[in-house]
């Protein structure tokens, strides 16, 4: 708490990502919205993810072996280094974002800020974390009206506000098993740290596919072109298409219908970057998705 670097943080030169958002806007103004929310949002994670502790969970080649096996995700819901008073802060603070930019209505609004003062939220927090693999894309949260309703878009709406304001703590843990060789023993097509799903995926410039949490934003090594979603292998029954500028691609499986983008890092100025690359590829999700692809 009395890190003497933290009153100027905020002053600080603006971080990479937020440059490069920026410029997303500059060259997309039809995505100035979208930019625009997420900087917030990034905003507001960077204010707390500055003061949540390393994790201290037990990591180590063995450690991965065994879940390697076992398809098992590392990191337990408790070990987590959660600060309850913090995610509350986070959850109301994303659902005023969200609301500000009309990714939120009224009633979905109320709810988030009613679950913001619940004394079960790290409860919830932790059924969401556990149901994890199910939930798909919140990295970027396109701008379009979550409607309240049936008790699934109820869970969307939770899924959505959860995973924005579990982003710091979640990413915190995954940079620490980042920097480990031997998260290259994991082949499994869900997160190995917290066992979610992939929205998102980077080719390297040694033609390896990378794939990153939608999350934690960890990313590890998987098949080029099996589908991450159902592991279909068959090269007939993937479709794929790339942006003009050969930035970005999409791999689209014809087995069960779900799509993957990939930033293509062999022709990269820069790395990737999960929110920035997310949401400069939201007109690359509509493309996908008028082909019949979720
Ligand atoms: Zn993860
Ligand atoms: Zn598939």
Redesign the pocket.
């Known amino acids: 708490m009395a890190d003497p670097e933290r009153p100027t943080r905020g002053r600080r030169a603006d971080s990479r990502e937020v440059v490069e958002l920026r410029a997303v806007r500059e060259l997309h103004p039809e995505l100035a919205d979208a930019v625009d929310m997420h900087l917030e949002l990034l905003e507001m994670q960077r204010r707390v993810q500055g003061r949540v502790p390393l994790p201290s969970f037990e990591l180590n080649a063995d450690v991965m072996a065994r879940h390697e096996a076992e398809a098992r995700p590392i990191l337990r819901f408790e070990d987590i280094p959660l600060d309850p008073t913090d995610l509350r802060l986070l959850v109301r603070q994303t659902a005023d974002v969200l609301r500000r930019f009309g990714a939120l209505d009224e009633a979905d609004y109320q709810k988030a800020q009613t679950l913001g003062r619940d004394m079960n939220l790290l409860a919830m927090a932790g059924e969401w974390y556990r149901s994890g693999a199910e939930h798909h894309a919140v990295a970027a949260v396109s701008v379009s009206r979550v409607s309240a309703g049936s008790p699934k878009e109820e869970a969307t709406m939770a899924a959505q506000v959860l995973g924005l304001a579990m982003r710091p703590f979640?990413s915190r843990c995954?940079e620490v098993l980042q920097q480990q060789s031997y998260l290259s023993l994991w082949t499994h097509q869900h997160?190995p740290?917290?066992?979610?799903e992939p929205d998102l995926s980077v080719i390297t410039p040694a033609a390896e596919r990378h794939l990153i949490?939608s999350?934690?934003t960890?990313r590890w090594k998987f098949e080029a072109l099996t589908c991450p979603y159902c592991r279909n292998s068959d090269r007939s029954q993937i479709t794929s298409f790339a942006t003009p500028d050969g930035q970005y691609r999409v791999y689209a499986c014809d087995v069960c219908h779900r799509y993957l983008k990939a930033y293509d890092g062999r022709r990269a100025t820069r790395p990737v970057m999960p929110v920035v690359d997310s949401v400069a590829t939201l007109p690359l999700d509509a493309a996908a998705m008028q082909r019949g692809y979720s």
């Not at 740290?193 to 979610?196: A, E, I, N, S, Y």
């Open positions: 979640l995954a997160c740290l917290c066992g979610g949490c999350r934690c960890l």
